[in-house]
């Protein structure tokens, strides 16, 4: 069993310094190799220039020490990347330690978002692994003054196999350190029949901390002379603080301070939001305080009407009058002309905020000349960038330490409470950590941009969709970084909106513009559990208003051959639509739950599916509705994410995506009034619980294409799978989400 | 000055007896195992067992703590086998593990009241231990793969946390 390193960074530079002993591999790969990021945040962009530096050490005690990277938040990341250099390395994984590295762009991307790391980190990682070996073998060669094809590395050792002669790692590890790094045409790499821990469900190195209750994560930071921050933010977006009264705050014991943070710019990105600070001995002193603030707000008056259910109800309801058409395709008009039969819905979703079980937490030390933070990021380098910019700082004089992350989802991508800690550090002279009440987590987040849908088809005799006419009004993630014209970005379109991945020879589809008055952010799926949940409850509704199998309708929906592009199917982008793989995700769900299966009265099964992160996901779920209340019974979902690096971990993201979706179709929804989130905490913002956990059954699907997402697309497909259910279960269509709004959740 | 005993181990607290344990455990006494979920009572990551009793500490003051019992995830076993936490890792149930110490904490105190419940009971007792991450699946396996079989009394050993 791998462990996790205890070294801090200084006992580890010591460790890898000049003059020390052992070999430590820093190599550089070109990123450009390996594929563009598929996430097209401004910050992943800047980052696709930047090279790759991935640390190897190999000690003389021959233990390996594995860099790791990425960000930890329950997805085996920081296991499952090691697994890759200690296959390729041949090395004993009992004989390995994992160091959490710090944020630095040597590292190349540690944006853990967009469910990237294994498809843009495994080659490297290879490379790395592949590397060490060789030079542990070429550093045996000349030791022993034999040919190197006559060293071989196995098990954490290299053995010349004509005499039998044998060196440890360790022992290895200071004459390869000498070696300069092989040029990367000398590399072997394994074939997979003989991984040994790649493909393996490995445990992750941080299991055993976790039962025992001996985790680091953000919030657990404590560092010397350190004070605790509560803060009271504008609840408003834009608002600022006009006047505020401390003195009630300051008679409580504990409290030492209160101090002002300007904020509320807009557009907001990852500054500050305005608010007071209570800075005390204790979390609860200075929560405590916070309670006996008197705080006069002036607020930005264009988003202080905002409604969100009156926005979305006018959606849904009025006419589009203003729209920009994002795809076409054919003659939409005569597809609707010649149509046998229309069919039009229009569908929606709200508001959601991330509820990670930890909310965010950062400690910040700022010094005149430096800065130090410990927080639960899951974007180090734009927190860096941030922290840098914010003190006139080079990137040098800030130091970003990454902890566990108790839940991510995207939340901890955007480092505002990492900002707000440097701020009350800097204002006070002294370490401050801050630390999120779920109340704040929930009134003052990164919200999951609300979606109305709208939908009309042009069906031919045999029932098939000819035209689709589709438009999408939800605000969009760049009103976070640029002025809000109200129109989406392709991408976001593309996550299934525009990126349709069945035969419609006509269709149009259009973006209607609509202003965002909260900060938008991403959520795990982002867009494309909405657009997901739009498209699979559209197509049940056009299957059972013909008496067809909504499952079968979307087999027959699918293109029968794969692609043409002129390509052979050796040049073909592994990362293509591929509808084959799509179907087989079909096919396997349709075998584990039976489908058509029989059921009870008041139950019923719902069907849905979706492509995203360039994996095929399929889900079919089976409900009840006995006794008037919603349970759901069943949900069986197949991926397809190319090889599997950890196919326990991908079965736990299956397993997760599962109960995410189901928190959002059934109990999600943050609605604003008057300008501010109304929900507050889980009694008003409920995630589902063990009772409501329905049995989960997953199928991976067994390919040799490349690596591709599992964190998030399991999700989308999960919603409509319910909804489509409830009505196979002789319940109501429902096109608005949360379930909770239609049905009582049991 | 006023003492709580914690995982068998005495400790002098010098605080407003209002503060609720939650606080004193992770400020105070530097044991950060015990969660901040919500403060409410409504997500079950900051449970503890007060007397054997499972309780969620960021509603319970430290006045309540005099004279009592407390055992923490720290403690649950004096060398983190418990068979809960066994099974925890036989399973391999945690994800982020944010809030892994308070549905440890729930199912020990369940198996300890009751160390044959049947499913309806496990999914009950655990009903206040949300988890975002999705691991209910294999929390209930884990539970039922422990359930009936002897559990070791917490850990009273002489250092403490552990």
Known sequence: MARLSKLNRRDFLKMTGLGTAGLALQTTVSQAAYGALALSTQQAAASQALSLNIFVHIAVNNRVTIMAHRSEMGQGIRTSLPQIVADELDADWDKIDILQAQGDEKYGDQNTDGSNSVRNFFQPMRVMGASAKLMLRQAAAATWQVPLESCIAKDHRVTHSPSGKSLSYGELAQAAAKL?????????????????????????????????????????????DMVYASIERSPILGGKVKSFDA???????????????????????????AGVAIIATNTWAAMEGRKALSITWANNPAHANFDSRAAISKLISAPVTEAKTVATRGDIAQAFATAAQTYEATYSLPHLEHATMEPPAATAKVTANSCEVWACVQDPMTARKLIADMLGFKLEQVTVNITLLGGGFGRKSKPDFVAEAVVLSKAIGKPVKVTWTREDAT?????????????????????????????????????????????????ELGQGFTSLVYKIPHLRARNIPVIAHTRIGWMRSVYNGNHAFALNSFMDEIARSNKIDPLQYHVDSLPAEEPNDGKSSAEKNDFAYSPLRLKNAIKAVQKTSGWPAKVNASEGWGFATHRSFDSYVAVASKVSLANKELRVLEVHISIDCGQ????????????????????????????????????????????????????????????DKKHSGAGEPGMPPVGASITNAIVAAGGPRIRDLPIKNHLKIG | MNKVKINGVEHPIDADPNMPLLWVLRDL??????????????????????????????????????????????????????????????????????????????????????????????????????????????????????????????????????
Request: one cysteine or more; glycine letters at 10%; aromatic letters at 6%.
């Open chain 1, 180 to 224: 300069p790094l092989p040029d990367a045409k000398l590399l072997s790499f394994k074939n997979p029949q003989e991984f040994k821990y790649i493909g393996k469900p490995m445990a992750m190195a941080d299991f055993a901390d976790i039962v025992r209750g001996n985790t680091s994560f953000g919030i657990d930071t404590k560092i010397p």
């Open chain 1, 247 to 273: 003195s009630k705050a300051l008679l409580i014991p504990g409290v030492i301070q209160a101090v002002k943070i300007d904020g509320g710019i807009e557009p907001a990105g990852f500054t500050p939001l």
């Open chain 1, 443 to 491: 009134r003052n987040g990164y919200y999951h941009a609300f979606s109305v849908q709208h939908y009309k088809a042009a069906l031919d005799a045999k029932h098939q969709i000819i035209g689709l006419d589709s438009s999408v009004a939800s605000p969009s993630i760049i009103s976070l970084f640029k002025p809000d014209t109200g129109y989406m970005q392709d991408w």
């Open chain 1, 644 to 703: 599997i690096l950890n196919p326990d971990r991908v079965q736990a993201q299956m397993e997760g995506s599962v109960i995410f979706g189901l928190s959002a179709a059934l109990l999600g929804e943050i609605s604003f009034k008057e300008g501010a989130a109304e929900q507050s905490s889980f009694h008003d913002y409920p995630m589902l619980r063990i009772t409501q956990s329905p049995k989960i059954v997953v199928t991976l699907i067994s390919s």
């Open chain 2, 29 to 162: 006494l530097n044991m950060t195992g015990t969660k901040f979920g919500c403060g409410r009572g409504l997500c079950g990551a900051c449970t503890i067992h007060l007397n054997g009793q499972p309780v969620r500490s960021c509603l319970m003051p430290l006045a309540v703590a005099f004279g009592a019992e407390i055992t923490t995830i720290e403690g649950l076993s004096a060398s983190g086998d418990h068979p809960l936490q066994q099974a925890w890792l036989a399973h391999k149930v945690p994800q982020c593990g944010y809030c892994q110490s308070g549905q440890l904490m729930s199912a020990a105190a369940l198996l300890k009241n009751n160390p044959t419940p049947s499913d309806a009971e496990i999914k009950d007792a655990m009903s206040g231990n949300i988890c975002r991450c999705g691991t209910y699946p294999r929390i209930e396996a884990a539970i039922k793969s422990v359930a009936g079989v002897q559990i070791h009394q917490p850990a009273t050993n002489s250092k403490g946390a552990i």
